[in-house]
């Protein structure tokens, strides 16, 4: 079983450093490369839930206590395709999420475990090319319950989460991600502004149970052409809702790919008082789920991206595979990272969309 510590991780710093002398890459997909290995309801079970009375198949999370093997793997792919972080394998280590498989028990176990195997890459990454730096980013998926919407058309005051079970959920989370020594922590394909919120609220929480803080990334998903999350609002009136986190960086990842995504970075970049994100799917999926942009598509489009001063941190999303982060990985090489617009006087509220005070 992976063990825990309570040392504040000396990456800060470093981070800093590093996003402000190039452009960073994360990794790509967990999930299309976890399709790759074809795995049965047996490799999710191992021996260990062999007995278990729920089926477990398509529980990625559980991998990296059943395949840890498998999971690290994947990590060491994104590492020698140059990523300088990747993400664990954390989406839904959640006892809200973990509730759909009857593991809400083992949520600290998992998230620990993906911690251990993630920082086992990174540490096999440095040791093979001396100097190099390997980060690890504690993933924070969006749940599979929401805070703003109704799961019933029928009932639109109904939810089938509240508030304080969020918190508590997220919460638990990151104690375990902390305590396994992520570098930072990765909010990430947001829908849900409220969900953030929770997440948010539950990450400064925690950091004053500890007294230390990590660096802190928001990621957002732009649902459809009309440029807004699913729970309604425009990039703009999102940034405004979590700025008051004051985020190491924000950004914009998943649902689109990233032709699609360019108006949201662009105007994301300008009004961002932080480093920019961006980390898209390979296009959209066909009708067969797959996604079909190739590794020279996506680094076409992060490669502008790059060269229009838009970014400080790319990768891929849904489809990505190593070849397309080694691909976006020298697309944007010896490109200056995005610079931080200064603070802005004027007061910025947000419903769903921006109203500003001057």
């Given at each position: 079983m992976a063990t825990a510590t309570t040392r504040p991780p000396d990456s800060f710093p470093a981070l800093q450093v590093l996003f402000k002398q190039r452009i960073v890459v994360l990794d790509g997909a967990m999930g299309s490369m976890i399709q790759t290995y074809k795995l049965e309801e047996p490799d999710f079970r191992g021996e260990r839930f062999k007995?278990?009375?729920?089926?477990?198949?398509?529980?990625?999370?559980?991998?990296?206590?059943?395949?840890?093997?498998?999971?690290?793997?994947i990590h060491s792919q994104y590492f020698a395709a140059g990523a300088d972080m990747v993400e664990t394998n954390t989406f839904s280590s959640t006892s809200i999420a973990q509730a759909d498989y009857k593991?809400?028990?083992?949520?600290?176990?998992?998230?620990?475990?993906?911690?251990?195997?993630?920082?086992?890459?990174?540490?096999?990454?440095?040791?093979?090319?001396?100097?190099?730096?390997?980060?690890?980013?504690?993933?924070?998926?969006?749940?599979?319950?929401?805070?703003?919407?109704?799961?019933?058309?029928?009932?639109?005051?109904?939810?089938?989460?509240?508030?304080?079970?969020?918190v508590t959920a997220y919460a638990e989370q990151i104690r375990a991600l902390l305590d396994g020594g992520v570098d930072t922590l990765l909010v990430e394909t947001i829908f849900d502004t409220l969900n953030s919120k929770a997440a948010l609220f539950a990450i400064e929480s925690v950091f004053d149970e500890r007294g230390y803080r990590v660096p802190v990334m928001i990621s957002v998903t732009i649902t459809d052409a009309s440029g807004r999350t699913l729970s309604g609002q425009t990039i703009g009136a999102f940034y405004n809702s979590i700025r008051h986190a004051k985020p190491f960086s924000v950004g914009?990842?998943?649902a689109l790919g990233g032709r699609a995504m360019r108006p949201y970075v662009e105007e994301l970049a300008k009004i961002a008082e932080c480093y920019v994100t961006?980390?898209?799917?390979?296009?959209l999926p066909n009708a067969f789920g797959g996604y079909d942009e190739t590794p020279a598509d996506m680094a076409a489009v992060?490669?502008?991206?790059?060269?229009?001063?838009?970014?400080?941190?790319?990768?891929?999303?849904?489809g990505s595979t190593p070849p397309h982060i080694a691909a976006i990985a020298q697309a944007v090489k010896?490109?200056?990272?995005?610079q931080v617009p200064p603070h802005s006087p004027a007061m910025q509220l947000s419903g769903l969309e921006v109203l500003t005070v001057a």
């Amino acid at each position: 079983m992976a063990t825990a510590t309570t040392r504040p991780p000396d990456s800060f710093p470093a981070l800093q450093v590093l996003f402000k002398q190039r452009i960073v890459v994360l990794d790509g997909a967990m999930g299309s490369m976890i399709q790759t290995y074809k795995l049965e309801e047996p490799d999710f079970r191992g021996e260990r839930f062999k007995s278990h009375p729920h089926d477990l198949k398509g529980n990625n999370d559980l991998l990296c206590l059943t395949r840890p093997d498998v999971i690290e793997g994947i990590h060491s792919q994104y590492f020698a395709a140059g990523a300088d972080m990747v993400e664990t394998n954390t989406f839904s280590s959640t006892s809200i999420a973990q509730a759909d498989y009857k593991l809400e028990s083992i949520v600290t176990e998992l998230n620990l475990a993906a911690v251990a195997v993630a920082r086992r890459a990174a540490q096999k990454a440095e040791a093979a090319t001396p100097g190099r730096r390997c980060f690890v980013a504690g993933a924070i998926g969006p749940l599979n319950r929401t805070l703003s919407m109704s799961p019933d058309v029928n009932r639109p005051d109904f939810r089938a989460v509240v508030w304080d079970q969020v918190v508590t959920a997220y919460a638990e989370q990151i104690r375990a991600l902390l305590d396994g020594g992520v570098d930072t922590l990765l909010v990430e394909t947001i829908f849900d502004t409220l969900n953030s919120k929770a997440a948010l609220f539950a990450i400064e929480s925690v950091f004053d149970e500890r007294g230390y803080r990590v660096p802190v990334m928001i990621s957002v998903t732009i649902t459809d052409a009309s440029g807004r999350t699913l729970s309604g609002q425009t990039i703009g009136a999102f940034y405004n809702s979590i700025r008051h986190a004051k985020p190491f960086s924000v950004g914009i990842n998943c649902a689109l790919g990233g032709r699609a995504m360019r108006p949201y970075v662009e105007e994301l970049a300008k009004i961002a008082e932080c480093y920019v994100t961006c980390y898209p799917n390979a296009g959209l999926p066909n009708a067969f789920g797959g996604y079909d942009e190739t590794p020279a598509d996506m680094a076409a489009v992060l490669g502008e991206f790059a060269a229009s001063g838009f970014v400080n941190l790319v990768g891929g999303c849904c489809g990505s595979t190593p070849p397309h982060i080694a691909a976006i990985a020298q697309a944007v090489k010896g490109k200056a990272p995005h610079q931080v617009p200064p603070h802005s006087p004027a007061m910025q509220l947000s419903g769903l969309e921006v109203l500003t005070v001057a």
